[in-house]
């Protein structure tokens, strides 16, 4: 089994940061993207940033210059470094990433997500 366990959620006032960060564990032979998605309150769930292997990365517009996705040395950590938040970011926000397990085929796991409430 893989699981990604997400931590750095919390309640911060518009303005302030706030850092995430997911680590895949378990039966993993190599991860390939790993990424943050959000959902807000009655709306559906949105690609926030992602990362390659290779460190390429992407950004919804919603976010950037704002947010920062990175990955640990292990390349089985992902961060999102979340700078001058608004109250527009609140939303649970979910790990996911593109894994091959030791036995199977390349899947993308999620994590259980992490609330992140930003206050006006």
């Known amino acids: 089994q893989v699981q990604l366990v997400e931590s750095g959620g919390g309640l911060v006032q518009a303005g302030g940061s706030l850092r995430l960060s997911c680590a895949a564990s378990?039966?993993?032979?190599?991860?390939?993207?790993m990424g943050w998605y959000r959902q807000a309150p009655g709306k559906q769930r949105e690609l926030v940033a992602s990362?390659?292997?290779?460190?390429?990365?992407n950004y919804a517009d919603s976010v950037k210059g704002r947010f920062t996705i990175s990955r640990g040395n292990a390349k089985n950590t992902v961060y999102l470094q979340m700078n001058s938040l608004k109250p527009e970011d609140t939303a649970v926000y979910y790990c996911?990433?593109?894994?091959?397990?030791?036995?199977?085929?390349?899947?993308?796991?999620w994590g259980q997500g992490t609330q992140v409430t930003v206050s006006s």
């Open positions: 990362i390659t292997g290779g460190g390429n990365t």
């Open positions: 378990g039966s993993i032979f190599s991860i390939n993207a």
């Open positions: 996911t990433a593109a894994v091959t397990p030791r036995a199977g085929s390349r899947s993308d796991y």
